[in-house]
């Protein structure tokens, strides 16, 4: 099972940037489409963004829309996201996922992280 690690998380004002991380090891990166999810407290956790094995195709949730971008390096195993005009709803833990199954985006992840912590202030 590959192994995943988020950083980069941490205290923003609204309308700044944060940039994301995931570290994955133990299994071919390459064979994995990629994925961000978060969870707000009392809410359940939610898609953020995916992204296909080769990185050519990324999908987004409406929310994020034109504010957040996926990317991924296979040669450092890694996978980001970078947070553009950060709003205090983005507010949440957010989850690194990986999935080596062709599923549609929002439903990846057999394996996820232990998670990062964005919080956004006014």
């Known amino acids: 099972q590959v192994q995943l690690v988020e950083s980069g998380g941490g205290l923003v004002q609204a309308g700044g940037s944060l940039r994301l991380s995931c570290a994955a090891s133990?299994?071919?990166?390459?064979?994995?489409?990629m994925g961000w999810f978060r969870q707000a407290p009392g809410k359940e956790r939610e898609f953020v963004a995916a992204?296909?094995?080769?990185?050519?195709?990324?999908y987004y949730a409406d929310s994020v829309k034109g504010r957040f971008t996926i990317s991924r390096d296979n040669a450092k195993n890694t996978v980001y996201l970078q947070m553009n005009s950060l709003k205090i709803e983005d507010t949440a833990v957010y989850y690194c996922a990986a999935d080596p199954r062709r599923l549609p985006p929002s439903m990846l992840g057999s394996s996820w992280g232990q998670g990062t912590q964005v919080t956004v202030s006014s």
């Open positions: 133990g299994g071919t990166f390459s064979s994995y489409a």
């Open positions: 992204i296909s094995k080769s990185g050519g195709t990324s």
